[in-house]
């Protein structure tokens, strides 16, 4: 069964909501760690459970952000959007990726999803997530033939699905950077089966690299 709040925004077609997250990012190459913010911004429901939603990525430790793209995900079986349906369900499917409840833990129901997108790499992606559908905690981790490669976290912040008045925190005093992707290869990889590598691996190391870089040009 769908849950009650999903259930709740099929029946209101044009009620926005908002997912945010805090982001910690290790990467073990470097024993560099890139704290930020992740915000889905829903702006458009429609009849048929499709979304339109902003993505935004921002990095606190160079106070930089990409953003916003434009995406589309439906909610019955949300590729990137950070919703979970069907919750309590031993087997879930987000797009072409399928993950198992292993367990239970705090409250929380956990999921488990493993990949190999190329030889000798290993992604696994867990999900703690309770009735809202909304995850309280994903733990994206990337291995290689040398072990831990990176430990992307995503903790919840804020979302009004689960606090009605909750509001997005924007910070002030950023700067807005070119993203490195675009729209058009968001859409492209939904329906590829490494979509969460390629959110982590294409959206988080692209954007760090990028305000590396940037970050070096403004001082030298």
């Known amino acids: 069964m769908l849950p009650f709040l999903l259930l709740l925004i099929l029946v209101l077609p044009h ?8 982001t910690i990012s290790y990467f073990a190459s470097d024993g560099k760690t890139i704290y930020g913010l992740l915000i889905e911004n829903v702006t458009n429901i429609f009849p048929n459970g499709t979304v339109k939603y902003e993505f935004y990525l921002i990095n606190l430790n160079y106070s930089q952000y990409a953003g916003p793209l434009i995406v589309y995900n439906n909610l019955s079986s949300p590729t990137s959007l950070y919703f979970f349906p069907q919750v309590g369900e031993k087997v879930v499917q987000r ?7 292993i367990g239970e833990q705090d409250g929380y129901y956990v999921y488990e999803n493993t990949q190999h997108p190329a030889q000798l790499v290993t992604v696994i992606t867990y ?3 309770n009735e809202s559908g909304v995850p309280y ?11 831990l490669v990176s430990n992307n976290t995503f903790v919840l912040y804020s979302s009004n699905l689960i606090s009605p ?22 859409n492209g990889t ?20 990028l305000f590396s870089k940037k970050k070096y040009k403004n001082n030298s």
């Open 15 to 22: 009620h926005p909501f908002f997912i945010e997250y805090k």
């Open 95 to 101: 797009g072409n990726l399928t993950f198992t409840l």
């Open 127 to 129: 999900y703690y997530v």
């Open 137 to 147: 905690k994903i733990v994206f981790l990337q291995y290689g033939i040398n072990g």
């Open 165 to 186: 008045n909750a509001k997005i925190y924007f910070p002030s005093g950023l700067t807005r950077v070119t993203s490195p992707i675009t729209v058009t290869s968001i």
């Open 190 to 209: 939904i329906q590829n089966y490494i979509l969460s590598f390629l959110v982590v691996g294409v959206v988080l190391i692209s954007v760090y690299k």
